[in-house]
């Protein structure tokens, strides 16, 4: 049973319920147009006679099925449907699946926006479908986004709580290319450019928030706590002011490097008045210099600051 039809495609294949797309848009496969409410309905249907069972996630109740063209997920709150998701193969804009590609594609979602069922939009229950099919794969963008699409993978990529490592690939070659919107973001109408973002599965590389230092008198200092302390205090240091006070930078190769995203920004230690080294982000300044980036985003670990707590003094004092 197919779910959308063929002009469908001309969106993003991962489509949260956007301003970008009329109700006439959502069409089930005889053309009727539902609207987000009415097409959840439509889609629940479906689901209802694979599986009626559900599971509990973060507040939400999952009915999963699978089925020939995809996997799908109704979502309820308090027993009543609130969202849907269809979930399959990473696919061109013609549906064709690629080869060797180990990870899915959102290949629909829908938010009840009203009448038939409630409101739900503005609640965060598509971030929620996203970050429980990336516990599980992982997950693709399409080969073009919408602007809000657009907008929602950017909110991914700078996600405080969950620190999302998106990175982008070709998923021709399979080569990873540099998250920037010059090579992934293509206009409608150009010819697809094969460039998807992906998150791996879990959501990162490695557990980032654990990433941890010791003391000679085993005192241990974490990076969660470090960017907890930092907040939301953003600067724009100068590139090459900064790179001209630090040591060599220890990078792990070309590939991580242009992966790096600068949406982060970097955590650098500051005493004496000098930059001393980079705390966390080695790779994104790396990636900053040799992009001749004029500044770049920072938070700045100052140890002269008499409000910095003493463990910190202690435990980067020192050189890194």
């Keep these: 049973m197919k779910l959308l039809m063929e002009q469908w495609r001309k969106y993003l294949d991962e489509i949260e319920v956007h301003d970008s797309l009329s109700h006439s848009d959502f069409k089930d496969q005889t053309g009727n147009s539902q609207g987000p409410s009415g097409f959840i ?13 559900r599971i509990s996630y973060d507040g939400l109740e999952l009915q ?3 089925m020939e063209d995809a996997t799908k997920i109704i979502a309820y709150i308090e027993g009543k449907p609130v969202a849907y998701v269809s979930y399959g193969a990473v696919s061109n804009l013609k549906g064709e699946p690629f080869s060797g590609i180990d990870g899915v594609m959102i290949q629909t979602i829908a938010v009840a926006d009203g009448p038939p069922l409630e409101n739900h939009r503005g609640e965060g229950i598509a971030k929620k479908l996203y970050a429980y099919l990336i516990e599980k794969y992982t997950l693709f963008s399409g080969a073009s986004q919408t602007p809000e699409s657009k907008g929602f993978w950017n909110s991914l990529r700078t996600d405080k ?3 999302y490592n998106v990175r982008a690939m070709d ?31 879990g959501g990162q590389a490695e557990d980032w928030r654990e990433t ?22 953003v600067v724009e240091l100068n590139v090459s002011e900064l790179s001209s006070q630090l040591p060599s930078l220890p990078t792990q ?10 949406d982060h920004p970097v955590i650098v230690v500051k005493s004496g008045g000098q930059y001393k080294y980079i705390l966390d982000g080695n790779h994104r300044l790396q990636k900053a210099i040799d992009t001749e980036e004029e500044t770049i985003k920072a938070k700045v670990l100052d140890l002269d600051n008499p409000e910095t707590p003493e463990v910190f003094k202690r435990m980067f004092g020192g050189a890194a």
């Design 171 to 201: 998923v021709e070659t399979k080569e990873e290319v540099p998250v920037e919107d010059s090579v992934v973001y293509t206009k409608e109408g150009d010819d697809p450019n094969n460039i998807y973002l992906f998150i791996p599965k």
């Design 212 to 233: 941890s230092w010791t003391g000679p008198d085993d005192e241990r200092v974490d990076i969660g706590q470090v960017v907890d302390y930092l907040g939301d205090n």
């Design 253 to 262: 190769g070309a590939e991580r490097i242009a992966a790096a995203s600068l």
């Design 64 to 66: 999963t099925a699978v």
């Design 161 to 163: 709580d969950k620190n």
């Design 41 to 53: 309905l439509w889609a629940k249907e479906g689901v209802d006679k694979v599986n009626t069972e």
